[in-house]
């Protein structure tokens, strides 16, 4: 996907290697259930893939954990500091808005 001027891949990874990323950035305490993260090093949004195993099919859920990872990397990017519980409230609000209304250009690529 593109953001900005940057090409940010997203990329699929097992539960547990994406755990450990998690833990390597946030420490072991904050590693949990990991849906997905962005990686502000290589610029990279990485989706469960054991959570969503049928890539790029884009469930409802799936959507709405690309639309929050989205919003970190604008985060990251941009550097306008929104705090985590922003971030998860603006995603899943934003997220049931396009539903609601029909707003379906979601392609993510
Ligand atoms: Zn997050």
């Given amino acids: 996907m593109k953001i900005l001027g940057f090409k940010i891949p997203i990329v699929y990874m097992p539960n547990e290697e994406l755990e450990d990323r998690y833990a390597q950035v946030f420490g072991e305490d ?34 709405e954990t690309r639309l ?7 985060n990251s990017i941009t550097g306008i500091e929104m705090s985590h ?19 379906k250009p979601l392609k993510w690529k």
């Fill in 68 to 74: 929050h990872e989205t919003i970190e990397a604008i």
């Fill in 30 to 63: 904050e590693a949990g259930m990991v849906l997905g993260n962005y990686d502000g090093v290589r610029k990279v949004i990485n989706l469960n893939e054991d959570v969503y195993p049928k890539k790029h099919e884009g469930g409802p859920d799936e959507e």
């Fill in 85 to 103: 519980p922003q971030i998860a409230t603006l995603s899943a609000v934003l997220h049931q808005v396009f539903v609601d209304n029909g707003y």
